[in-house]
C-alpha cells in the first residue's frame, strides 16, 4: 500500500496544452516536495510547501498545497517539451515515531512537440 | 555547480558477487540518504546519515546490505552477497535543514545489474 499516490500514472499531451498532475494521501504531511527526473539523472527538487492552503509558482508551474495537507497538485500551463520527465511528490510523515520522507510512484509526463 | 557525485555509474555483476557504490555529498550538507529506484516500487528509503551517524536503516534488507559514512566526503552501500533482485538504480542524495525543511540533493545514480 502507497501512503501517496499520485495521479494519472501517465500523461501524454501536446505542446501548448495545459495539465495538472495530483498528489493524494490519507494522512497528513507535515510538508510536501515535487521534484522532476529525467531519464538516466536523480530527482531534481522543484518546490517544497509547507502551509495548508499554499500557493507557489514557478515560471509555468503552480504548485498547491491542500487545506488539510493531505494533498497537493501541480499544474502546468502552456506545457512545452523540455517539460517530459517524471514528476515526484515525496511527503514528509511521522511513521513510527520518526520523520520520514515518502516518495509518490511519479507521474511520468510527454509532452509531444 | 556543487553535485553529488556517485561511483560507478552502472555496475553488471553475477550473482553473489560483492557490490560497493560510493557516493560523494556535496561539502557543507550534513544529512545522507540511499534510495533505490525500481519501476514497481518506485524510490525507497534504504539508509539515511545525520552529520555520519547513521539514524535510520530500516528500509534496508540487514542480512545482505551495508552503509557506512567513513567519513565526511564518503558515503558506501554494499551489498554482500548480490542477488538478481537488487536490480535496480541506487540513488545518493545530500541535504541540509533550511527554513522550509529538508532540501535534497540527488546524485545521477548507480545502475546495478545483478545477473
Known amino acids: 500500500t502507497q501512503l501517496l499516490e499520485q495521479s494519472p500514472q501517465f500523461l501524454s499531451i501536446q505542446e501548448g496544452e495545459n495539465l495538472t498532475v495530483y498528489c493524494n494521501s490519507s494522512?497528513?504531511?507535515?510538508?510536501l516536495q515535487w521534484y522532476r527526473q529525467e531519464p538516466g539523472e536523480g530527482p531534481v527538487l522543484l518546490v517544497t510547501?509547507?502551509?495548508?492552503?499554499e500557493v507557489k509558482k514557478l515560471k509555468r508551474l503552480t504548485f498547491q498545497f491542500g487545506d488539510a495537507r493531505k494533498d497537493s497538485s501541480l499544474h502546468i500551463t502552456a506545457a512545452q517539451p523540455g517539460d517530459t520527465g517524471l514528476y515526484l511528490c515525496?511527503?514528509?510523515?511521522?511513521?513510527?515515531?520518526?520523520?520520514?520522507?515518502?516518495f509518490g510512484q511519479g507521474t511520468r509526463l510527454t509532452i509531444n512537440p | 555547480d556543487a553535485r553529488v557525485t556517485q561511483t560507478p555509474r552502472h555496475k553488471v555483476t553475477e550473482m553473489g558477487q560483492e557490490v560497493t557504490m560510493r557516493c560523494q555529498p556535496i561539502?557543507?550538507?550534513?544529512?545522507v540518504f540511499w534510495y533505490r529506484q525500481t519501476m514497481m516500487q518506485g524510490l525507497e528509503l534504504l539508509a539515511y546519515?545525520?552529520?555520519?551517524?547513521?539514524?535510520?536503516d530500516s528500509g534496508m534488507p540487514k542480512d545482505r546490505f551495508s552503509a557506512e559514512m567513513p567519513d565526511a566526503t564518503l558515503a558506501t552501500l554494499k551489498i554482500q552477497p548480490s542477488e538478481p533482485r537488487d536490480s535496480a538504480v541506487y540513488f545518493c542524495?545530500?541535504?541540509?535543514?533550511?527554513?522550509?525543511?529538508?532540501?535534497?540533493?540527488f546524485g545521477s545514480g548507480t545502475q546495478l545489474s545483478v545477473l
Open positions: 515525496a511527503g514528509r510523515f511521522i511513521i513510527q515515531g520518526a520523520q520520514k520522507l515518502v
Open positions: 510547501v509547507v502551509t495548508g492552503g
Open positions: 542524495a545530500s541535504g541540509f535543514t533550511g527554513t522550509e525543511g529538508e532540501k535534497l540533493f
Open positions: 561539502l557543507g550538507h550534513n544529512t
Open positions: 494522512s497528513v504531511f507535515s510538508s
Open positions: 546519515f545525520r552529520n555520519r551517524a547513521p539514524l535510520d
